[in-house]
């Protein structure tokens, strides 16, 4: 890649920075900023365009550039601290800067994978708001068991009645997206066929994850967050840790993974022979996690549904 762009995504605005050559420049992180950026990228000629993972802010500046053709791509932030940090571009509270972003695609060549369409990226949104109501309600049955005066339980009832017709209208949302598409009914499918895993594992999957098939073992794990990393320094190794990747899918494994190493065989067998060799109940269901993942991605990638052996 001879020309890579960084963007330093904020609210209001995003830094521009232009690798190797240096130039920087700032357009409005709305409709306006984004068409005068699209037009400059490409009279640049940028090869690739790294942004952040901040939030939400990213998105609009995502969707427009990649729907003029621009390669974009999505880092992890977590990655381009230490990355910062590894050059000493930075103190841990300094804001990471446009030209850093573009230095780190530079050194660390990310493979560059599709964006999700717009069908894809609505089942997303659909995805995290059911996450959000699910919590809200887990939040007030919580206080529901606090609480003893009389009219506050009332307010409380009335509440979560609300909250799960809303949970029950999302999930009509997400049933209609499914079924207005073949090849997400047939993934679905598939996926839920495995003991452990249920729509709302299924859905998450296919909506944050549509590399689920393609890649091996070993590339999904990462993608998730899941391949294990030791900290290591000369003869000194530290413990093994899990992170960065894609927090919605992990956060649905782990539940996943809890159902399966009860009422999956295959799956609890593996979890209790990694507990009878003294592993850590935490460390055993991360693994069982991994495996899990490893097994769906092999079942969408022969598009064979789970067997109990």
Known sequence: MDRIIGIDVSKERLDVAVWPQGEAFAVGNDDDGI???TSRLKAIGADAIAL?????FETLATAGLSAAGLTVLVVN???VRAYAQAIGRRAKTDPIDAAVIAAFVAATKPAIRPLRDAETQALSALVSRRQQIVQMIVAEENRA???RDRQ???SIQRLLAALRRELASIDADMDGHIRK???WRVREALLTSVPGVGPATARTLLAEMPELGSLDRRQIASLAGLAPWTRQSGKWKGKSFIGGGRGKVRAVL????LVASRYNPALRTFRDRLVAQGKPKIVAIVA???KLLTILNAIIRDNKPWQDA
């Open 254 to 257: 782990f539940m996943a993974a």
């Open 288 to 290: 069982t996690m991994r």
């Open 35 to 37: 068409r005068e950026l």
């Open 145 to 147: 068991r606090m609480v």
């Open 52 to 56: 952040e993972a901040t939030g939400g």
């Open 181 to 183: 598409s073949p090849v």
């Open 77 to 79: 932030p977590t990655q």
């Open 152 to 154: 506050a339980q009332k």
